[in-house]
């Protein structure tokens, strides 16, 4: 489904823009600090019951899993917080969830979901995990559309959403200039959801993709929303509905939250959980990515999906030489190698009067570093 730009949303989408490159210089300066405080989201509630089969209710297996989820954290990572938007049957407003998460200072936001089909359609199988980002294609549309439309049950929904119309794909303008801040980290939890969903599951691989979703719109840390399974298909209800399917499930969110709070934090090993909660190690592979010596480059974007050199995105940067690197799942691209922190910050500048969101990295024999681990090193 196509979507045409109307020109009342001209001006709402510019503000974003702006609003949001500024979100993002600010957070190109500052180290992310790690996880210390989760907000878990179980989606729907109260009078929203969410997708609904025969006496199957999605809120009910959100709520579950997510429950089950912040047992194995609260367990096994005693370090982590965790807090939740809803821990019995009650209705949150979308806006509210992410202004929880923002509110307690959260480093992580995970919303639980359990996917559907329209009526009539067969119903597929798999678990999808979706982050706020641009979206290049319109394969998740009805998704994010279902996900976005449950506002119809707050009052006063339009004054909220400054102006988001439930069932309108058209309304998806608001969103089409957005870079989100945090996509990097949040394509990175996503993408570990996915692998360890795989490991443990015999549901297929439906991707972490980028997708325009109200939910995770101001959460200001990384964030995703994930599908756990489609109610509808006889596969994944076995999965979805029974106490052993939802260990298995909670059990995948644990080791894929471990994983990446032990890569952020620049740890080789993560504590992971079978689905009957027995707690082991895993040691993590170090990126794959070129060696050399200490050097600072310009991050212009990252994908799920490998991007064109002559893209949007890429095209205006073809002169200075882009780089493209595979870290963690996602296609990374870069300019410039520069010796020194202040050749960096100059090529940061340049970069960003087409670029606005751009940011300054280092490497180390390959390895990303801080960029303050990366002046202590040089000395410049």
Not at 83 to 93: A, S, V
Not at 115 to 142: F, I, K, Y
Not at 188 to 198: D, F, G, R, T, V
Not at 355 to 367: E, H, L, Q, S, Y
């Amino acid at each position: 489904m196509k979507v045409r730009p109307y020109p009342v949303f001209v001006s709402l989408t510019c503000a974003l823009l702006i609003l949001l490159c500024g979100l993002a210089d600010s957070h190109a300066q500052t180290e992310y600090p790690g996880v210390r405080t989760i907000m878990i989201d179980p989606g729907h509630g109260g009078r929203d019951p969410g997708t609904v089969y025969g006496n199957y209710r999605e809120k009910d297996i959100v709520l579950s899993v997510a429950l089950k989820l912040g047992a194995l954290i609260e367990r096994n990572l005693p370090d982590v917080q965790v807090l939740y938007t809803r821990k019995t049957d009650e209705f949150i407003e979308l806006v509210r969830r992410g202004e929880m998460a923002n509110q307690a200072g959260a480093d992580l936001f995970v919303s639980i979901h359990v996917n559907a089909v329209d009526p009539g359609r067969r119903a597929p199988s798999g678990a999808l995990t979706l982050v706020m980002g641009q979206g290049h294609e319109d394969r998740n549309l009805d998704v994010a559309m279902r996900e976005n439309d449950v506002i119809i049950f707050e009052d006063d929904y339009s004054t909220k959403y400054e102006g988001y119309t439930p069932g309108s794909a058209e309304s998806f303008i608001i969103f089409s200039l957005m870079q989100y801040v945090h996509l990097e980290q949040s394509m990175m939890l996503a993408s570990l959801m996915q692998e360890h969903y795989k490991k443990s599951s015999p549901m297929p691989d439906l991707g972490a993709r980028q997708q325009k979703l109200l939910v995770l719109w101001k959460t200001a840390m990384p964030s995703v929303l994930t599908e756990l399974g489609f109610l509808p298909n006889d596969a994944d209800r076995a999965v979805l509905t029974s106490d052993a399917g939802q260990d298995k499930l909670a059990a995948s969110l644990f080791n894929a939250v471990s994983e990446y709070k032990s890569r952020v934090e620049n740890k080789s090993v993560a504590v992971s959980v079978d689905a009957a909660g027995a707690r082991g190690n895993t040691a993590l592979a170090a990126p794959q990515v070129s060696g050399g010596d200490v050097v600072y480059m310009v991050q212009v974007c990252s994908s799920s999906q490998r991007l064109g050199r002559n893209g949007n995105l890429l095209r205006p940067h073809k002169d200075r030489g882009v780089t493209e690197r595979i870290i963690d799942g996602l296609y990374k691209y870069y300019v410039g190698s520069c010796g020194t922190y202040a050749e960096a910050l100059e090529l940061q500048r340049e970069v960003r009067s087409s670029t606005p969101d751009a940011f300054m990295v280092a490497f180390r024999d390959g390895v990303q570093i801080p960029v303050s681990d990366a002046r202590n090193i040089t000395g410049r």
